[in-house]
């Protein structure tokens, strides 16, 4: 599976994005897809999941602010992030991952995308 991450870009506090994740292959909605963020000098952080389309999970600091989707039909899953804050601003990863289990590390995951940058002024 290849991914491709995009929407990434410059907001201010309070703005909105949607960020984008393509994915190759046939088997996608077999694959549980995760966002993770990665800030300057910080660990790679679990930001949100899904599994199908009724079944999401969110990090408490994005929790009522983000709502992850996903679109079998076009490969694609989403990140729609409202009410931005600074401390938003992180390089977003997409990724991929088969089988049940848990998702909130990195290492649970089996395909990754290249990043999209979020920067959030104040």
């Known amino acids: 599976v290849q991914l491709q991450a995009s929407g990434g870009g410059l907001v201010q506090a309070g703005g909105s994005l949607r960020l984008s994740c393509a994915a190759s292959?046939?088997?996608?909605?077999?694959?549980?897809m995760g966002w993770f963020r990665q800030a300057p000098g910080k660990e790679r952080e679990f930001v949100a999941f899904?599994?199908?389309?009724?079944?999401?999970y969110y990090a408490d600091s994005v929790k009522g602010r983000f709502t992850i989707s996903r679109d079998n039909a076009k490969n694609t899953v989403y990140l729609q992030m409202n009410s931005l804050k600074p401390e938003d601003t992180a390089v977003y990863y997409c990724?991929?991952?088969?089988?049940?289990?848990?998702?909130?590390?990195?290492?649970?995951?089996?395909?990754w995308g290249q990043g999209t940058q979020v920067t959030v002024s104040s």
């Open positions: 990724a991929a991952r088969r089988g049940w289990g848990t998702f909130g590390e990195a290492y649970e995951y089996d395909y």
């Open positions: 292959g046939r088997t996608f909605s077999s694959y549980g």
């Open positions: 899904i599994r199908s389309i009724s079944s999401t």
